[in-house]
C-alpha cells in the first residue's frame, strides 16, 4: 500500500471495511476478532500501530517483523481459528519514521470463529454471534457476497454505499481488494 492511500484512509477513519489497533505491546486478542469479523462480513483492512482517531503511533520496529510472524502464526494455527486462514501482512513505514503493519482481509465464503467464537462486524465494531438464526443467516449470506464480488462490481457498489469517499479513493481501495481475491 502506497503512503497516499493510507493517509487517506486514515483520513476517513474506522468504519465497517477499516479498524485501527495500537498494538503497543504487541499484538492483542481483539485484534484477531477484528481479522474473524471482516472474514464474516465485507472483509476489511486492519492498520496495527494506528489509535483509534487515525494517530499513528507506529508499532516497535524492531518488533514488527516478529509481529508479523506471531500474526500469521495465529490466524493459521486451527486451535484459534476455524477454518483456518492465510493472510500476509504488510509493514509500511511512513514519512515521519512510524512503522506500521497493514493486513488486508478479503472477505471468505465460510464462516469463521476465532477461539470458538463467531464474530461479525457491524458499523466500526466486532461483535460477538451467539443465536443459531444469526450464524444460519451468515452462512447464506457471505457466500451470496462473495459470488457477487467476483463479478466485480459489487464491492465498490458496497464501498460507495457505507462511505462517502472521493472516486479516487474508492477505485483505488477496490482495485487492492478485488487484485486480492
Not at 471495511?17 to 469479523?37: L, P, W
Request: charged share 20%; with cysteine; hydrophobic share 40%.
Amino acid at each position: 500500500m502506497d503512503l497516499s492511500t493510507l493517509h487517506s484512509i486514515l483520513t476517513i477513519g474506522e468504519t465497517v471495511a477499516v479498524e485501527f489497533k495500537r498494538c503497543g505491546n504487541g499484538i492483542e486478542s481483539d485484534t484477531y476478532e477484528s481479522v474473524c469479523s471482516f472474514l464474516n462480513r465485507f472483509g476489511g483492512d486492519i492498520f496495527m500501530g494506528v489509535l483509534d482517531d487515525g494517530t499513528v503511533v507506529g508499532v516497535p520496529e524492531k518488533a514488527a517483523a516478529d509481529m508479523v510472524k506471531n500474526f500469521i502464526s495465529v490466524v493459521s494455527n486451527p486451535a484459534n481459528f476455524s477454518p483456518t486462514v492465510y493472510l500476509a501482512p504488510e509493514i509500511i513505514r511512513d514519512e515521519s519514521g512510524h512503522t506500521v503493519i497493514h493486513v488486508h482481509v478479503p472477505p471468505s465464503a465460510e464462516v469463521h470463529s476465532y477461539k470458538k467464537i463467531i464474530y461479525d462486524r457491524v458499523d466500526d465494531s466486532d461483535v460477538k454471534v451467539t443465536a443459531t438464526s444469526q450464524i444460519a443467516a451468515m452462512y447464506g449470506s457471505v457466500k451470496k457476497f462473495v459470488s457477487l464480488v467476483k463479478n466485480g462490481s459489487f464491492l465498490v457498489r458496497i464501498q460507495i454505499s457505507h462511505f462517502s469517499l472521493k472516486r479516487s479513493i474508492i477505485m483505488a481501495v477496490a482495485k487492492e481488494q478485488i487484485r486480492q481475491i
